[in-house]
């Protein structure tokens, strides 16, 4: 974690200290913080990260014949064929183990912060099929804004992947003694104290 957000949210959990603010508002307060600093990270990490060639500037710098090649490339919608490609090229010893384990747990998990965040940041977003709608639409936006910045590729996959990875994760913390722990938490409140 930065150095300036430890120090934001220190200065958060000292001022509720001093001026006896509720502890669940420091708590949500500091969740909101962490959720959009790992939405920007997402943001960061699949459309503007250098390392992985990826500009935002592509799009402008790019003729038409290398927008019509990128998108003949870059979009598959054909599900499992770019991770039977990955398995393969591993097989075949043309990928390292490193880069197919970064592909596809990546994909995988890349999402699973979420199914904590949206559901306590958003109460509204409190059944497994509202959340797998909101993620379902953050990751189709993520997919179609790499084709369109040329920083990517759209491809479905990835798509079952992230969306998977956070449904895993969403019923992980659904099970009853770890929402109760999530609720203590955040609320100081336990399912029996719901009624």
Do not use: W
Not at 28 to 54: A, Q
Not at 90 to 112: A, C, D, P, Q, W
């Amino acid at each position: 974690m930065p150095p300036r957000v430890k120090l934001f949210l220190a200065v958060i959990f000292l001022k509720s200290k001093v001026i006896n603010v509720n502890r669940s508002f420091v708590l949500k307060s500091i969740v909101i913080c962490l959720f959009l600093l790992y939405t920007l990270m997402v943001i960061d990490f699949t459309l503007i990260n250098d390392s992985f060639g990826r500009s935002l500037s592509n799009i402008f710098l790019a003729d038409k014949a290398v927008i019509k090649e990128h998108l003949a490339q870059k979009i598959n919608l054909i599900p499992f064929a770019t991770v039977k490609l990955f398995i393969n090229a591993y097989k075949e010893s043309v990928l390292e183990t490193r880069s197919v384990i970064e592909n596809i747990l990546g994909n995988l998990f890349v999402f699973m912060p979420f199914a904590f965040f949206v559901p306590n940041i958003f109460k509204g977003i409190n059944s497994l099929l509202k959340f797998l709608l909101v993620i379902s639409i953050a990751v189709i936006v993520i997919e179609c804004l790499q084709i369109v910045f040329l920083t990517g590729s759209a491809d479905i996959d990835d798509f079952i992947l992230n969306v998977s990875g956070a449904a895993i994760a969403y019923g992980v913390l659904s099970i009853r003694k770890i929402k109760g722990l999530i609720n203590k938490f955040m609320l100081g409140e336990t399912n029996e104290s719901k009624g």
